[in-house]
């Protein structure tokens, strides 16, 4: 009996010691790479853009966790975030684009959560020019998010179909925007206490040889009311 514990207890200290060693690699990598936000990826927004990378973008290494951006100008170029992307303290990132067009159609894939109250997410793949406007914040993406889903749900042959876009549209509260050519990413959810819109997430995408996605996330607070 003895032997046999003596026995267990040095393949546990191997063990532990090959953890330990593990997490030091671990912790480096972080150092090189960033810390982690770590309340992204619990959110519905997070889910959603594992989603539509798996659907728009298969074989695409998934990220496991989202970069914080550091403040400094300098330090953001380090860890490769910058235009058309900017960080606003306020209401998350955001996009400068260089130009707006009209007409186009990405792709959608719309999702439901819930039945009796239910909340609605979309994923639109394609150019980003097509949100129509060159500054592109969280209010922005969310209000082209809801437009794409009243019109993919509202049917013109069935006036029936109305009522029901109109409340999809309304309850959209998670929108991932993919613009595979360029090769970012930008994710809006909406607040579920103070109905604020933000944008938690940025995405990088690599080119076709490495496909490699790279998530920036910001653990943005909106300012809320003192009344």
């Given at each position: 009996?003895?032997?046999?514990?003596?026995?267990?207890?040095?393949?546990?200290?191997?063990?532990?010691?090959?953890?330990?060693?593990?997490?030091?690699?671990?912790?480096?990598?972080?150092?090189?790479?960033?810390?982690?936000?770590?309340?992204?990826?619990?959110?519905?927004?997070?889910?959603?853009?594992?989603?539509?990378?798996?659907?728009?973008?298969?074989?695409?290494?998934?990220?496991?966790?989202?970069?914080?951006?550091?403040?400094?100008?300098?330090?953001?170029?380090?860890?490769?975030?910058?235009?058309?992307?900017?960080?606003?303290g306020g209401s998350g990132f955001g996009l400068q684009l260089p130009a707006r067009r009209r007409g186009l159609e990405?792709?959608?894939?719309?999702?439901?959560?819930?039945?009796?109250?239910?909340?609605?997410?979309?994923?639109?793949?394609?150019?980003?020019?097509?949100?129509?406007?060159?500054?592109?914040?969280?209010?922005?993406?969310?209000?082209?998010?809801?437009?794409?889903?009243?019109?993919?749900?509202?049917d013109t042959a069935d006036a029936d179909s109305v009522p029901y876009a109109v409340r999809a549209a309304r309850a959209?509260?998670?929108?991932?925007?993919?613009?595979?050519?360029?090769?970012?990413?930008?994710?809006?959810?909406?607040?579920?206490?103070?109905?604020?819109?933000?944008?938690?997430?940025?995405?990088?995408?690599?080119?076709?040889?490495?496909?490699?996605?790279?998530?920036?996330?910001?653990?943005?607070?909106?300012?809320?009311?003192?009344?």
């Amino acid at each position: 009996m003895d032997g046999a514990g003596a026995g267990d207890a040095e393949p546990e200290g191997e063990h532990a010691r090959g953890d330990r060693a593990r997490g030091e690699r671990g912790a480096r990598a972080r150092g090189e790479q960033g810390e982690f936000v770590q309340d992204v990826t619990g959110r519905p927004v997070w889910r959603l853009l594992l989603r539509g990378l798996g659907v728009f973008l298969p074989g695409w290494h998934q990220p496991s966790g989202a970069l914080r951006v550091p403040g400094s100008t300098t330090a953001q170029r380090t860890y490769g975030f910058g235009p058309p992307a900017y960080l606003d303290g306020g209401s998350g990132f955001g996009l400068q684009l260089p130009a707006r067009r009209r007409g186009l159609e990405p792709a959608r894939e719309i999702y439901v959560r819930g039945r009796e109250d239910p909340s609605f997410g979309i994923v639109i793949a394609g150019p980003a020019a097509a949100i129509g406007t060159r500054i592109v914040d969280a209010g922005e993406l969310l209000r082209y998010a809801r437009r794409l889903t009243f019109e993919e749900l509202f049917d013109t042959a069935d006036a029936d179909s109305v009522p029901y876009a109109v409340r999809a549209a309304r309850a959209v509260e998670n929108v991932v925007f993919l613009d595979r050519a360029a090769g970012f990413g930008l994710c809006a959810e909406l607040d579920a206490e103070t109905r604020t819109p933000l944008c938690p997430l940025f995405v990088r995408l690599g080119g076709r040889a490495e496909r490699t996605v790279r998530a920036y996330g910001v653990a943005a607070q909106p300012v809320r009311s003192q009344s």
